[in-house]
């Protein structure tokens, strides 16, 4: 072969050894580049409305003490210009800083609907560079409310009109055709439908999102969202076809059980942009020459009672162009909801994974029960063929009854119940697109011929956020109550989060949340979505600064109340702390003030006594009763509304400091130190010590918050461990209030091996009492399989209280240092208690992934430690002595990255850098 025949000069070829060598050797030698780059917590987000976007990326090295010196990063208005290295939006030139998260684009302003496109190049602690990352981008939204040109669209009639309290329309389906005079360069459609939407183009349905948009106070505040089209549009004719569901838009119940505010009936406004390759341009927007029917497939539907579904009227070719809509009636140009138009800020929901049914029996002719295996949230995908106008039925259910037929009284009034009637023809399937269900078992009635086990299909329904870590340890029981939490947490997402998910309330109530909050950060990253949801509260807000307890506030409930509320407070405190979210507290700071002077208005003697429900839920003696009627279990309500409100004024004093807002700061601190003051003084019995009547949280409280005397402290947890241990035999005797911070709290003082005994007690009141009980999530209450059904769901997160934070920051030992949050420094120590022979936790932070695997064998303690690059950690290593801890084998003076600090209280303390590592100690 001639040696120019395949490209190559014969001194290419014989340079081409050196080459590869010098390309190794500078792979070899290279920072690690950038990865995972994110804006605003979304992959390539499309519908960015903020005028500065924050930007995250992670690094990636085996290399002990991998951390960045630098950092550069780039964004153009085009995909080549970044690939020119042309950042002819922004260059931020070579910055100073280890920080890769929360960095806000400084750029030029950006205009709607622009595409940015950016990477980032990083330096690391030798001077090297990383080269750049791959890119990334983002797509911003419409920036002013004048961009919007389009119009809202509706049907303000009924279609059908229930006359119970059901409220089940039927879906709205519209349509709309139109001429391309090209084939589109980019094409991006905004739409906002209301109560609920699902979008199709040219016979397609675009995105696998469900339940969308996101819940919002609509009066205020109406989320749309963005996608990209281009590849679904072509040169000529192209129809747009739109469903409309109601949602809690048109409100699933007007009293029952309780006053639901409702915003008329739903309602849609469409954007689309058409950009060609020529420059020009052409926009799409709903107006009154669109049409619409109510008479389709989906002839009735609401998220509590399900949908019935007629496939009969379905009509094929609704959504392309050229099918005859003669029989459609105009739209109706209707008014806006109220709100502003905003971009989705968080993950859509989506089915997030299936399940396929464990048992099927027939529990009478035609009557079968389904057993999916675990109480789910979402839906059911049905397979079936027979004759045209044959109706079947799928009823939902979290339990059974003694004759094994469905358990409904803890529904209430909704009926989780779907209709499918076939057109016939073939095999068929079925998935409601305009509801939700929480459910173990399936009632299935009406089908033709006898079904089988793959007749139906759970179809697993949530925000399609990423996961956040792992935990598993020695204890099977724990592990199985690890896995009711993460199967309770995930089925009460529902882009807010929510106290339930099958009966007729699935609320976002507050109190809910204040602390199981930081628990389920280990669990997903929630980031976003908590974000979101302070803006729903300030959006709830009255102008007097009162806030609901309920938010966004379907049922309002002003009581003026502080424990719920609080949430408003509380929660931003574990944004900061866990993702570093300083700019949320900017943005919700003044409603948060406003919510606190509304409060001081009720302080009496320095006090604060506005307490409506107590501390819900203690575990009461009768099994079938809800709360204790103990009064020595029951907590005085001052107490509990005074404490609260004195750890929401140290948190404001935080965040006041954070924002500069100094005098406001020592206004909190001057007015909690009077707080503290007064408490002490009507609460404290020094001599015994106790709080008022010495319940449980009466103690937890003011010894959580900081209220109690530094020396008495320890006594009061002593006092706590005693009535957990003695009096109760081993079982807790708190409410939620108590129950968010008790396993810390007995952890912080010496106590872990009684929280342990909470965390494996099997017998009632316990988590593990529910798993022996069949519980395969977390119920409302600790007698759920006895006490009364009308407040007794078997899938509620509130009596998690913190023990999630405790597996993963205690037993696990992962936890953020505050000093530096969002882990970029790192706090390491593993709790040890007897009975618990191993751990393997892991946490997926902003910065990357962080593992704490470790366990004990023989008398030696074991632990693999992984800290992710640019971040740091301070390593407790169980030990009687530091002479006798080994990593890697090798005494630890000998390995990189470690430095001794001192001894303290049975660990070895060593400042870590980043890496991996495996200890061996004598605890």
């Known amino acids: ?47 960015v409305d903020s005028p500065s976007p924050r930007l995250f990326w992670q690094m990636e090295s085996n290399v002990r003490g991998e951390r960045q010196t630098a950092y550069r990063i780039l964004v153009a208005d085009s995909e080549q210009a970044l690939n020119d290295d042309n950042g002819d939006l922004w260059d931020s030139g070579e910055v100073k800083s280890d920080r890769s998260i929360q960095i806000p684009y400084e750029g030029n302003p950006l205009a709607s609907l622009e595409t940015c496109w950016w990477k980032v190049m990083t330096w690391d602690q030798d001077g090297k560079s990383s080269g750049w990352s791959e890119p990334a981008r983002w797509t911003m939204g419409y920036m002013n409310p004048d961009d919007w040109n389009a119009k809202w669209i509706g049907w303000d009639e009924p279609g059908q009109q229930p006359a119970d309290e059901t409220r089940r329309l039927p879906a709205r389906m519209f349509r709309d055709q139109f001429d391309l005079h090209g084939n589109p360069k980019k094409a991006l459609i905004a739409i906002c439908g209301l109560g609920l939407m699902e979008l199709h183009l040219n016979g397609e349905r675009i995105s696998k999102d469900v339940l969308i948009p996101a819940l919002s106070e609509y009066e205020k505040r109406d989320y749309y969202m963005m996608f990209d089209v281009t590849k679904d549009l072509h040169k000529g004719a192209n129809a747009i076809g739109v469903i409309l569901g109601n949602g809690r838009f048109y409100a699933p119940r007007q009293d029952v059980p309780t006053f639901t505010r409702s915003f008329g009936y739903p309602k849609m406004i469409l954007q689309l942009h058409v950009e060609y390759a020529d420059g020009t341009a052409q926009d799409i927007l709903s107006d009154g020459l669109w049409k619409v029917t109510t008479d389709g497939p989906i002839i009735a539907n609401n998220e509590y009672d399900g949908e019935d579904y007629d496939a009969r009227k379905e009509m094929p070719g609704w959504d392309k162009p050229g099918f005859d809509d003669s029989n459609w009636n105009p739209v109706q140009l209707v008014s806006a909801p109220g709100g502003v138009l905003r971009a989705q800020p968080i993950h859509p929901i989506r089915v997030v994974d299936h399940i396929k049914p464990v048992s099927m029996k027939e529990l009478q002719p035609g009557v079968y029960i389904y057993d999916m295996g675990q109480n789910m949230v979402g839906w059911c995908k049905l397979r079936v063929e027979g004759p045209a106008g044959t109706e079947v039925t799928l009823r939902h259910a979290e339990t059974l009854k003694p004759d094994g037929d469905l358990y409904v009284a803890n529904l209430r009034s909704a009926k989780q119940e779907d209709h499918f009637i076939l057109k016939g023809g073939g095999e068929e399937t079925f998935e409601p697109r305009f509801t939700y269900h929480g459910f173990r078992y399936v009632k299935l009635t009406g089908y033709p011929g006898r079904p089988n086990i793959n007749t139906i299909e759970g179809c697993v329904v949530r925000d399609d956020f990423s996961t956040a870590g792992r935990f598993q340890c020695s204890n099977p029981l724990v592990n199985r109550i690890w896995h009711n939490i993460y199967w309770g947490t995930q089925g009460n997402y529902r882009s807010i989060p ?10 976002g109530w507050l109190g809910d949340r204040s602390a199981e909050s930081r628990g389920e950060s280990y669990l997903f990253d929630v980031s976003a979505f908590y974000a979101k949801w302070m803006h729903d509260i300030e959006d709830a807000q009255k102008e007097n600064g009162s806030v609901s307890d309920v938010c966004p506030a379907y049922w309002p409930m002003y009581n003026d109340n502080v424990t719920w509320p609080s949430s408003f407070i509380i929660i931003p405190d574990m944004l900061l702390d866990q993702y570093g979210d300083t700019r949320l507290i900017k943005e919700i700071y003044p409603a948060m003030r406003k919510w606190i002077e509304h409060m001081r208005g009720y302080m009496q003697g320095d006090l604060i006594s506005k307490d409506n429900y107590g501390d819900w839920c203690v575990p009461p003696e009768n099994l079938h009763e809800i709360h204790s009627k103990d009064p020595m279990r029951q907590t005085n309500g001052e107490l509990l509304a005074s404490a609260y409100f004195y750890h929401d004024l140290n948190l404001m004093t935080r965040y006041a400091k954070q924002i500069g807002r100094s005098e406001d700061a020592a206004e909190y601190e001057a007015l909690a130190a009077k707080m503290k003051t007064a408490f002490n003084a009507k609460f404290l019995k020094s001599e015994i010590p106790q709080y008022d009547n010495g319940s449980m949280t009466s103690s937890v409280l003011p010894v959580f918050f900081g209220l109690a005397p530094e020396n008495l402290r320890a006594a009061l947890v002593d006092r706590v461990a005693h009535q957990i241990m003695v009096e109760n035999h081993g079982h807790t005797g708190t409410g939620l209030i108590g129950g968010q911070f008790l396993m810390r709290t007995l952890s912080n003082y010496g106590h872990a091996d009684v929280a342990w005994t909470l965390a494996t007690q099997s017998t009632y009141p316990s988590w593990g009492y529910m798993v022996k009980e069949g519980a395969t999530t977390i119920w409302e209450l600790w007698n759920g399989n006895t006490a009364d059904p009308a407040m007794n769901s078997g899938n509620h997160v509130m009596l998690i209280g913190d023990l999630t934070e405790w597996l993963y920051e205690y037993l696990g030992g992962i936890r953020p240092d505050l000093s530096d949050p969002a882990f970029q420094r790192i706090f390491l120590k593993p709790t040890l208690v007897p009975g618990l022979n191993y751990v393997n936790a892991s946490h997926e932070s902003l910065y990357g992934k962080i593992t704490s695997d470790w366990g004990i064998k023989d008398g030696l303690f074991h632990w693999n430690v992984s800290i992710p690059a640019n971040t740091t950690a301070t390593i407790y290593v169980p030990a009687k002595s530091a002479n006798e801890i080994k990593e890697n084998g090798k005494p630890v003076a000998e390995c990189v990255g470690l430095r001794f600090l001192r001894m303290d209280a049975g660990y070895a303390l060593y400042a870590a850098e980043s890496g991996n590592y495996t200890f061996s100690s004598v605890p």
């Open 1 to 47: 072969m001639n040696r120019k025949e395949n490209g190559m000069s014969h001194s290419f070829m014989v340079c081409l050894p050196m080459m590869l060598f010098l390309c190794l050797c500078a792979f070899a030698f290279a920072a690690p580049a950038p990865f995972h780059l994110k804006c605003e917590y979304l992959v390539n987000p499309l519908g």
């Open 498 to 507: 929510t106290d339930c998910p099958q009966r007729d309330e699935r609320q």
